[in-house]
């Protein structure tokens, strides 16, 4: 079950996201950990202004069994919504609460009016490639980057 995001569990999820963020952001495009940490907080600073308040911003719990087993954030526009982050913690990866959520998510934006869901997933993170391809998500490009040295 998607549900609001409470203030306790908004800087909860902030730690998470930037731990989360950090690491994929060293895997993925080699930064230094003070670096990647800098960016991930960067992130934050600048798409939840105002926290939880912040226009556009939706962030929810996912819950089972009244317990939090994740967290999803999205940007939401007229017609399209963008998943900025989702996170199924460890100790409840496979057991279904990813699809779960995924389905909700489409139900109750389809009753929005939203027609499209969009999203990025790190290029070594070929677990969740699996699950929004089983979802149905297609592969609409690829983002690249490079390194400039100096």
Do not use: H
Not at 134 to 139: G, L, V
Request: charged share 20%; hydrophobic share 40%.
């Amino acid at each position: 079950m998607l549900r609001e995001m409470q203030p306790a569990e908004f800087a909860v999820w902030q730690q998470l996201f930037i731990e989360e963020y950090a690491g994929d952001l060293r895997a993925n495009s080699g930064y230094s950990d003070l670096f990647a940490r800098q960016r991930a907080q960067q992130t934050l600073d600048n798409y939840l202004e105002q926290g939880l308040e912040t226009a556009r911003q939706v962030l929810l719990c996912i819950e089972a069994q009244q317990q939090v087993v994740g967290y999803l954030w999205y940007q939401r526009d007229e017609q399209s919504a963008y998943i900025q982050d989702f996170l199924v913690l460890p100790a409840f990866r496979g057991a279904g609460y990813g699809r779960q959520a995924l389905r909700d998510l489409e139900v109750s934006l389809q009753q929005q009016g939203v027609v499209e869901i969009r999203l990025r997933v790190a290029a070594n993170n070929p677990r969740a490639k699996a699950l929004y391809e089983a979802c149905q998500f297609q592969i609409t490009g690829y983002n690249m980057s490079r390194m400039l040295t100096k």
